[in-house]
């Protein structure tokens, strides 16, 4: 945030400006602020603004400090600070110190407000003492400078909710909706279907609902609460009406809401529902929460369908979010199976993701750290040395680069070959993402810049069939690859009728390879293809060294195993005996991992980097410990894409205009098929 002021600030812009400070950069940089302000500005709302910001961060000795400090320097006479207090003795339960603050409230003359007395009522009622409950709302209802809202009433109803006073708490309710007005009373109306619902009220809650969708515009919240309310009766259908509501409506799409359905179908035991649901969520685009695929597994589990929940939990901890934690019963219960079927290498395959998931202190508090379901040595594992770590990082730096690299001598050879082309393509998706035919043809016309039709047919999941109306588009497809779909690697051969998929080397894809740091008198056919055939089998050379690259770079095409890892650079042995080292740098290379050096996955998805990390973490260490094995610069940012000098990263014009796509159509045997 910027220091310079144009206009002088208020005590007002000020305290706004500590609060902004506090919620972006923390409590310390707020303090540190606030000790910065001119002592002229430094009034009651910027006193009080930092205050709040020591109640947000449930700092209780700093807040209780600050009071005192404001009571010294005579700021602490509204009931704004009182009340600051007040909340947050509530939010951490310690509702003993909310009497003894009132009462000095009263010997201090200051007057409680309606906020002071609801806070002071909540409390109450979460404590369960009704009858000091009572008399707060009583004392309200008799005050004339207290201004009656819905609010109080719900405390009330809450209350007595809880305590099992059921009629109480829908005599409260009614009384609330007679208050509900302005523009809080979307608020009103979550809270009322809660509470209606917590009361099992269903004639109630059906009854709020109407009279919500007849006054507001709906949002997520309102659906999110009568969804949870309406499966608080276990009434899935009705959840299930309202879902479809939502889904035809225009709210943004909250993946919030479809989750609530997938939890209740996997409590009553209807899995294949919930996992229809998830394919749905995933066919439109999105990706599920992990606390979707960890209510699939749990309902896997509870099905004895371990090999399943296995599945589930993989694509959770993929799909993982900050702070999220998976559940604890589901995690024992798939890691004791994999220990009953004895199969170790599977066991430490997920061990890796369940550390991630919940940490290591977790794993040590529920037992089931790899090998042992004894919390002592748990303990003693995930408390070891933390100088093992230095020895783990040169272990995994031999895992990658401990093999010898051969040093090639090179000679003067010429080698040609051609490529067959045909009118039909087969092309699968890598890294696990569904290919939408739809949403993959303005993709496909632009990355492959063609003018005549294309018609795209699946074949499976990953698999798609292709045909082209123009024999030159398509020997342009299959010769000037590799094709990446956001960021994924598009694989295409030739088709082959009566060749099986699984008969494709889909994972063979041709890239072309860089060689940077090579004399320019070394450079021709035979060197270069010398130096690429470690990396798999070299289709053809490119010696011009195009001016672009501002230095001399010769390039080769070479059908790689994208399955292995790549490399980064080679060593190789002049005539005269001197050694060098070439860079290698890969076209159009995006996703792959930092860590293994594999195409296909980034480094949080990485396994190899999983296990390490668990391996650190037994030793003590922290994720921070991991240290990348390859980098970006293994990405050429020049590059000759088979129509015109590209540079990475920025967007080429089209050789042709785009074709519009027409309408879907039938293939003779009645298969869909798009034209693009």
Known sequence: MTEQSYIPLSAVDVAGRLDLIAKVQGVEKAEKYFDSIPVKVKKFPVYNALLYCYVNAKSIEKAEAFMQQMKQLGLAKSPLSYNALLSLYSKVGQYEKLDILIEEMKDN???????????????????????????????????????????????????????????????????????????????????????????????????????????????????????????????????????????????????????????????????????????????????????????????????????????????????????????????????????????????????????????????????????????????QEASSNKSQIEDLQPNMKKLFFGTKNPIIEINCLNIEETINDELTLVGKMHGGYLLKLEEAGKDVHRIWQTKGRIELERLDRDHVKIRFENIQECKHVITNGPWMLGGYIFSVKEWMRGKRLEEYRFDLVKFWVQIWDLPKDRINKANVWKIDAELGMVMEADISCPPEFNRPVARVRVEMDVKERLKKDQQIKLETGEELVVRLKYEKLEVFCYFCGVIGHDHLACRIRNQYCYDLIKCGGTIKDIKPNFTSQMKANKFYNGVAYTIADTPSKLCFEETPLPEREKWADGSQKAHL
């Not at 809880?162 to 208050?179: N, Q, R, T, Y």
């Not at 309202?242 to 209740?264: C, F, H, K």
């Not at 589901?330 to 994999?338: F, G, I, K, V």
Request: aromatic share 10%; charged share 25%.
């Open 109 to 379: 003359s200051v007057r409680a407000d309606k906020f002071t007395l609801s806070i002071w009522m909540a409390a109450y009622a979460a404590n369960s003492d009704i009858d000091g409950m009572d008399k707060i709302l009583q004392s309200m209802e008799v005050d004339p400078e207290i201004v009656m809202d819905w609010n109080a009433y719900a405390i009330a109803a809450k209350g007595y909710i809880k305590v099992g006073l059921i009629d109480k708490a829908l005599e409260m309710l009614k009384s609330s909706e007679k208050f509900i007005s302005g523009k809080r009373q979307r608020v009103a109306y979550d809270f009322l279907l809660t509470l209606y619902a917590g009361a099992g009220s269903k004639e109630d809650l059906n009854r709020i609902w109407k009279l919500y969708k007849s006054s507001e515009k709906l949002n997520n919240t309102a659906y999110l609460c009568m969804i949870r309310s309406l499966l608080k009766f276990d009434d899935i259908a009705g959840a299930e009406n309202i879902l479809a509501e939502w889904e035809s409506g225009d709210t943004s799409y909250d993946l919030r809401v479809p989750n609530l359905l997938i939890a209740a179908y996997c409590k009553n035991g209807l899995v294949k529902k919930a996992e229809m649901f998830i394919n749905r969520i995933i066919e439109k685009g999105k990706k599920p929460l992990p606390s979707s695929w960890d209510h699939l597994a749990t309902g896997d589990v509870e099905a004895n369908q371990f090999p399943m929940a296995l599945k589930a939990l993989e694509s959770a901890f993929l799909a993982r979010r900050r702070r999220w934690l998976p559940s604890r019963d589901t995690l024992s219960a798939c890691l004791e199976y994999l220990r009953q079927q004895g199969d170790v290498e599977r066991t430490e395959e997920f061990l890796p993701w369940f550390t991630l998931g919940v940490g290591s202190q977790s794993l040590v508090e529920i037992g089931i750290m790899q090998g042992s379901t004894d919390i002592e040595r748990a303990q």
